[in-house]
């Protein structure tokens, strides 16, 4: 088999490329739950997470790759259920790069790290022949209190699905500067770090969360319904995504739903949690437009539907195929 | 919205005759799935798809030969995001990368207008599909090409017209009882286009926008209208009577009708266009491109494409043929009608 970009698209191919690549080589019992963050023992309970960050072009309306590389994995270690605490950075250059750009880059990365209360710890750089791009890996570390258990398999039927904002803005945004189209659409590449942090103090009883990132909340709640043997039962008009992003999409035939964003939570609540869930990720940070979506059934066949607004019903599957170019 | 109600009421409790109603365009296929339209219909009511995805009625001799032209060295072929993974014979442009060969994939046909600039010493291949809608837009290129002296872009042309293709199934099948004409398409040709066809069959065509409440009043013309040679514009806010004759007359300037060859169907006369003798400088070998020797036994796109199997009733689909390893170009585009069932779960 060749390495194809749709290995990279974050849907079923980057899925099967794990299962079948680095599942197979690196399995251990931890890494098998293909969870955002492995959440190992230690000296308590500990997240650990990696993520390589390879976006074009490095700087876009709303953040860059610094910004991107920092939410990226400490959002991974916040939807499960941990407290960031420590990331690694290391750097891939490619000739040619230039240091202001690595600059800036390394600067966003210190400002949302300060933002997001994480240390970076420890790093790495390497230089190879190219023409002038950056790459960045960030790994990361974070704590998870006694008790705290969000994991997908936890959802069950009744639960709320809930979330955090609008989608689709960071892959929008992306898209929009590669193709030259000018717009508002700004990226929302941003920390989880004040909303997870409002769900912990507020008591909420999260089942399982996770940041919708590549693949959008289609592969994402797809992830969460096979995991848990339920069906996510969502409702159209209830869905979230600014006009700009909406036009964009339907100027281009693509979906919100399989947009990528790399600030938003996708959250499944007890249902009695549903309503102070919302208020509490709407009086956080970058949690205005948190609402509820749908909720959780019992099923034979796990899956995502989609109640239109026409009143039909439409199966919501994972992306298949690379979708769009790569966004993070 | 009680407009919404009352079209889906009627549309649920219909009764009648069996309606056996064809959505011809790719597009609309996958607008009807979007919108969950199937579950709203009553048992009565049968949609099937059409040839109107432009990927999907690609022959194999047209993807074979953008996947030499992708091996050739100094050659890049440019191309739509579905076309990369449609096989031919034996593989795909996505194949023919992986192997060594160069593709690129563009959201319209005029950004390669700066690939071009930026590599004289390349020869970038427009894989040129498409129908009435698409051929303007080429039409465009050319004029652009010419006008700035740009000699490094050809195209590879496989452009379709839809009537012959409609003629065609109402020839060979009789079970249909009414098209959904597309709307993209009747943009450029105008709604009188269907005039003769729908008199010739006595079968009524409704030209339908792409929204949910646009696709149901379509469909509930279809059914009032059974049996009578109608055409009715139900999209009278982009389509007009005649069309856009500003758009059919620059592409009458570089293309002239041709026969056709459609996967599933064979030759068709009069049913595509190609570029004119004189324009033939910007042409990368697409006469002659009609053999359809698939690389998958069992595969039947060809039978998909016309309405006369449903995806479900292919004996790959869902097993060996699936979005993740497409056996044919049904399941590879997202407009095929393979690709939307199979996604959406319709049956």
């Keep these: 088999m060749k390495i194809t970009l749709a290995h990279g698209s974050g849907g079923t191919s980057t899925g099967e490329l794990i299962e079948q690549v680095f599942a197979k080589a690196y399995a251990n019992p931890v890494l098998s739950r293909m969870e955002d963050s492995a959440v190992i023992p230690g000296a308590s309970r500990i997240a650990l997470t990696t993520d390589s960050f390879v976006v074009s072009p490095a700087f876009f309306p709303g953040g860059d790759l610094g910004r991107l590389a920092i939410c990226g994995t400490v959002n991974d270690l916040l939807v499960s259920g941990a407290e960031p605490k420590y990331l690694t950075a290391g750097f891939i250059l490619e000739t040619g790069a230039d240091t202001e750009d690595l600059e800036k880059i390394a600067r966003s990365m210190a400002e949302t790290a300060e933002e997001a209360g994480v240390m970076i710890v420890a790093g790495d750089t390497k230089v190879v022949e190219g023409k002038g791009e950056i790459f960045v890996n960030t790994a990361g570390v974070g704590f998870v209190a006694e008790g705290v258990d969000w994991r997908g398999p936890n959802c069950r039927p009744g639960d709320v699905i809930i979330v955090s904002g609008n989608l689709g803005d960071h892959h929008a945004a992306i898209l929009s500067r590669r193709m030259g189209i000018e717009n508002d659409i700004l990226s929302d590449c941003a920390p989880l770090t004040d909303m997870v942090g409002a769900l912990h103090r507020g008591g909420v009883a999260v089942r399982a969360a996770r940041d919708v990132t590549r693949g959008g909340l289609a592969t994402v709640l797809n992830e969460l319904a096979a995991a848990s043997g339920t069906r996510f039962l969502l409702e159209e008009t209830l869905l979230p995504a600014a006009p700009a992003v909406r036009g964009l999409c339907g100027l281009l035939g693509l979906d919100p739903l399989y947009m990528g964003n790399e600030g938003k939570l996708a959250v499944v609540v007890a249902p009695e949690d549903a309503e102070k869930t919302v208020e509490l990720l709407r009086a956080s940070r970058y949690g205005e437009n948190a609402c509820r979506i749908g909720v959780v059934e019992a099923a034979e066949e796990p899956g995502v539907l989609l109640i239109t607004e026409l009143g039909g019903q439409r199966v919501i599957g994972p992306l298949f195929g690379e979708g769009l170019p790569r966004i993070c | ?347």
């Design chain 2, 1 to 347: 919205m009680t407009d919404v109600k009352r079209l889906t009421a009627f549309l649920r409790e219909y009764d009648g005759p069996e309606a056996v109603l064809m959505e011809v365009c790719g597009t609309h296929t996958a607008a009807i799935s979007e919108n969950g339209i199937p579950a709203l219909l009553s048992p009565k009511i049968r949609l099937v798809s059409g040839p109107g995805c432009p990927v999907c009625v690609t022959v194999a001799a047209y993807i074979d030969r953008l996947t030499e032209l992708a091996m050739e060295p100094n050659t890049c072929v440019v191309t739509f995001g579905d076309l990369m993974r449609v096989r031919g014979s034996s593989r795909s442009l996505r194949d023919a990368e992986a192997a060594g060969g160069r593709a690129q994939m563009v959201y319209s046909p005029l950004d390669i207008l700066s690939l071009a600039e930026k590599e004289p010493e390349t020869t970038f291949v427009f894989a040129a599909v498409g129908f009435e809608t698409t051929t303007p837009v080429y039409a465009l290129l050319l004029d652009t090409l010419i006008a700035k002296d740009i000699r490094n872009v050809k195209l590879l042309t496989a452009l379709k017209t839809m009537p012959a293709a409609i003629d065609w199934i109402c020839e060979q099948r009789g079970g249909v009882t009414g098209f959904i004409a597309p709307g993209h398409v009747s943009v450029i040709t105008g709604s009188d286009i269907y005039k003769p066809l729908a008199e010739k069959w006595s079968l009524p065509f409704s030209v339908a926008g792409f929204s949910g409440p646009e696709l149901l009043y379509a469909i509930c013309r279809l059914i009032l209208d059974r049996g009578k040679g109608v055409v009715t514009n139900c999209y009278p806010s982009a389509v007009t009577a005649g069309g856009n004759e500003t758009a059919r007359a620059r592409v009458d300037k570089y293309f002239r009708p041709c026969a056709a060859a459609w996967r599933g169907i064979g030759v068709l006369e009069d049913s595509g266009m190609e570029l004119r003798d004189e324009y033939l400088r910007f042409d990368a070998g697409s006469r002659g491109l009609v053999t359809d020797k698939l690389a998958v036994p069992g595969c039947c796109c060809g039978k998909v494409i016309v309405g006369s199997m449903s995806p479900t009733g292919c004996p790959l689909f869902g097993k060996a043929c699936t979005p993740q390893t497409p056996q044919g170009a049904c399941m590879v585009s997202l407009e095929g009608s393979c690709y939307n069932y199979f996604i959406n779960k319709r049956s």
